[in-house]
């Protein structure tokens, strides 16, 4: 998956996470976190976008994530939404198991 552009998805609201994207010219993946639970979950908030991010093959780009005590599952679909408009997509490519 190619990032095209900057994105944004999510709010700072109790409960949610916003998570940010940007392209990067390098092929790195430079990833900040800034969590109200760091201590107790940042080792698996850093996890869950890391495997994201290798789901979708997403490759040079930088992420910011503040979270703000969201669940897994909340995190796990503001990163689809964030990948899905910065890369100007209108559906996710899901994965078809057999």
């Known amino acids: 998956m190619k990032i095209t552009r900057p ?5 700072l609201e109790s409960g949610d ?9 390098s ?3 430079k990833l900040q ?3 109200s639970v760091e201590k107790q979950f ?3 908030i850093r ?13 040079g780009v930088q992420v910011f994530i503040d979270d703000k005590g969201a669940l897994d599952c909340v995190l796990r679909a503001r ?12 559906a996710m490519p899901w994965e078809t198991r057999a």
């Not at 994105?7 to 709010?11: D, I, Q, Y």
């Not at 996890?47 to 490759?59: D, G, M, N, S």
């Not at 899905?84 to 997509?89: H, I, L, Q, T, Y």
């Open 7 to 11: 994105a944004v998805a999510g709010t």
């Open 17 to 25: 996470v916003m998570a940010r994207i940007a392209p990067l010219d």
């Open 27 to 29: 092929h790195d993946i």
């Open 33 to 35: 976190i800034n969590s």
């Open 42 to 44: 940042g080792v698996a």
């Open 47 to 59: 996890a869950t976008v890391l495997e994201i991010l290798t789901r979708y093959q997403v490759r």
């Open 79 to 90: 990163l689809e939404t964030l990948l899905a408009r910065a890369c100007e997509m209108t």
